[in-house]
């Protein structure tokens, strides 16, 4: 009976995190880790040996960590205790993201607040496998490119709320305009959003908003059109003219 075996990934393609099955490993056994990948020794939840690519057999003195807490005998055939978990720091650029509830806008002139719903991609890689492994993973045996999103679509709709929200506050864009600033949004929205996710070892490679969905029917957006298109008419005839045909029609 071969009691060696060879261990590597065998996940799904889109999956960050994949454990392998067996945790009866013996020395002598090959470990094989991919180009983009890490692997990790752990037990009882704890890393403990780590592996970059590269073909290795496993022996107690590239282990050392774990080695040093089951002490290994020399020459040892038994079966040895252990988790190993391969983390893929590829590279995965369409993602996409969208808000399932409509995120409130307020308009930085009118202040009438407008629900609209946004729609984008982005793409992330794995900066800090241990990181990353650490801060996300528990007992599940895969974790894969939904998962995140499963994880950070909170932080991403409010990091779009707020990033949005900022942007035309402080440009005095009118959200009847958002769909002509979607790449200035994109990139604000990008340089805040990173941040956060680099705190779990992943960064965060683009972020795009593809569409700003305004409806058009919604009380808000007419109350916001009427003042919208009134402000350009006192602009357009000025402000005396304005008032003087408002005084008209009130007498009418």
């Not at 013996?26 to 590269?54: M, N, W």
């Not at 022996?59 to 774990?66: F, Q």
């Not at 492994?133 to 950070?152: P, V, W």
């Not at 769909?179 to 795009?208: C, M, R, T, W």
Request: aromatic share 14%; with cysteine.
């Amino acid at each position: 009976m071969n009691l060696f075996s060879v261990i590597k990934y065998d996940g799904k393609p889109n999956d960050f995190v994949w454990k392998y099955p067996i945790e009866d490993l013996h020395l002598g056994s090959q470990l094989i880790v991919r180009p983009g990948q890490t692997a990790f020794f752990c037990r009882s939840g704890k890393i403990y040996d780590e592996f970059t690519e590269g073909t290795y057999t496993i022996k107690s003195y590239n282990i050392p960590l774990l080695n040093k807490l089951i002490n290994i005998p020399f020459g040892n055939e038994s079966p040895f205790q252990a988790e190993v978990w391969f983390v893929n720091t590829l590279s995965v650029l369409d993602l996409k993201w969208g808000t399932p509830k409509p995120i409130l806008l307020k308009d930085p002139e009118f202040n009438i607040i407008v629900p609209v719903r946004a729609f984008g991609k982005y793409g992330i890689t794995i900066s800090n496998a241990r990181l990353f492994f650490t801060l996300l993973i528990g007992t599940i045996k895969s974790f894969s490119a939904h998962d995140i999103y499963s994880y950070f679509s909170g932080l991403i709709v409010t990091h779009v709320s707020d990033s949005i929200s900022s942007k035309i506050m402080l440009e005095k864009v009118s959200v009847l305009e958002i769909p002509a600033y979607l790449k200035d949004l994109s990139d604000f929205v990008y340089s805040h959003l990173n941040q956060s996710f680099e705190e779990f070892g992943i960064k965060l490679i683009n972020f795009f908003i593809m569409s700003v969905n305004i409806p058009e029917e919604d009380s808000s957006v007419l109350a916001l059109k009427e003042a919208t298109e009134k402000r350009m008419h006192i602009d357009t005839v000025g402000r005396d003219v304005y008032s003087f045909d408002r005084s008209m029609d009130v007498m009418d």
